[in-house]
């Protein structure tokens, strides 16, 4: 199997800068890389509060935290990425936009190197072909938040070779991460699952079932989840749930996964969740108060 020893990570957001955290506490070196230094900067400051969260929780202690932090380095050109074994993306869940991000990279990177997108719900053949070692790439998806979930889907395309998975698998159970294996169809196990729950729940909502307090109570009282399914939709962000909707509703062409039609006006609106203040909750006061 291939000796992964340096991971390269394209994306210092959310997703990213918690793939960056595991990484790096898991005793990997990490090149952190985004379009501007500011940002991988954002990613930096991201996993030193993530990290200090965990050592005043007594998850980890102070030595741990310092010796991770000192694993990540900045990379924000391609070709800070040469020395990477294994580069995952965590870009924006568009799939022209991790094409392109493909595209770039591949030729600053050496012929060894690993490839893998944490796509939430994007093919995995059709990414991998955009590249020039398809047999080296695969779908690792982090449930988010990274450093507290335990989940890795490892989605393999139609290219991806024995050894590759296997690394993954073996790269995966080194993070502490338990693994499921998913096929390269429309938005996997998890989100195949979960987000069109998530898109009938904001059905209830549209039609007048409901209000989003009155869902949310129900779906934690009634059904046991530790978060009501709208307010988990601000967590994961709208914009990216009626993405992964958009792929299942385009790739499996049946009418039960068409995007609710307030999802889209919230959308539209600019209302994508906690990351914008206002979703289903509107965030910027003391506590979040619904919308609806």
């Known amino acids: 199997m291939t000796d992964i020893r340096t991971v390269g990570v394209v994306g210092?957001?959310?997703m990213g800068s918690g793939i960056a955290h595991v990484c790096a506490l898991g005793g990997y070196d990490v090149l952190l890389n985004d379009v501007a230094l500011e940002r991988v900067e954002a990613g930096l400051e991201t996993v030193r509060r993530n990290l200090a969260r965990q050592v005043a929780k007594g998850a980890i202690d102070q030595a741990a935290m310092d010796a991770a932090l000192k694993r990540i380095r900045p990379a924000p050109a391609g070709d800070d990425l040469r020395d990477a074994d294994l580069v995952i993306e965590a870009a924006t869940e568009d799939e022209e936009t991790k094409k392109a991000i493909f595209r770039s990279l591949t030729p600053y990177l050496k012929?060894?190197?690993l490839l893998a997108s944490n796509t939430?719900?994007?093919?995995?053949?059709?990414?991998?072909?955009?590249?020039?070692?398809?047999g080296k790439f695969l779908g690792l998806h982090?449930?988010?938040p990274v450093p507290l979930m335990k989940l890795v889907e490892i989605i393999r395309g139609i290219a991806t070779d024995a050894e590759t998975y296997e690394t993954a698998v073996a790269f995966a159970q080194s993070l502490g991460k338990t693994t499921a294996n998913a096929e390269d169809f429309p938005a996997f196990i998890v989100n195949r699952v979960l987000i069109p729950m998530i898109n009938e729940a904001i059905f209830t909502l549209y039609?007048?079932?409901?209000?989003?307090?009155?869902?949310?109570t129900a779906m934690r009282l009634g059904a046991n989840h530790p978060m009501g399914p709208l307010e988990l939709a601000d967590f994961i962000g709208l914009d990216t749930v009626l993405s992964i909707m958009n792929v299942l509703y385009d790739g499996l062409s049946d009418s039960k996964y068409r995007p609710c039609p307030l999802?889209?006006?919230?959308?539209?609106?600019?209302?994508?969740?906690?990351?914008?203040?206002?979703?289903?909750?509107?965030?910027?006061?003391e506590k979040p108060v619904p919308t609806r």
Do not use: C
Request: proline letters at 4%.
């Open 120 to 134: 939430s719900s994007i093919s995995i053949t059709r990414l991998a072909a955009s590249t020039d070692r398809p």
């Open 207 to 216: 039609e007048g079932v409901g209000t989003v307090e009155a869902i949310d």
């Open 12 to 14: 210092a957001g959310q």
């Open 142 to 144: 982090f449930m988010n």
């Open 111 to 113: 012929p060894s190197a």
């Open 263 to 285: 999802l889209v006006k919230y959308v539209e609106a600019g209302w994508l969740g906690r990351k914008a203040g206002r979703g289903f909750y509107d965030y910027r006061g």
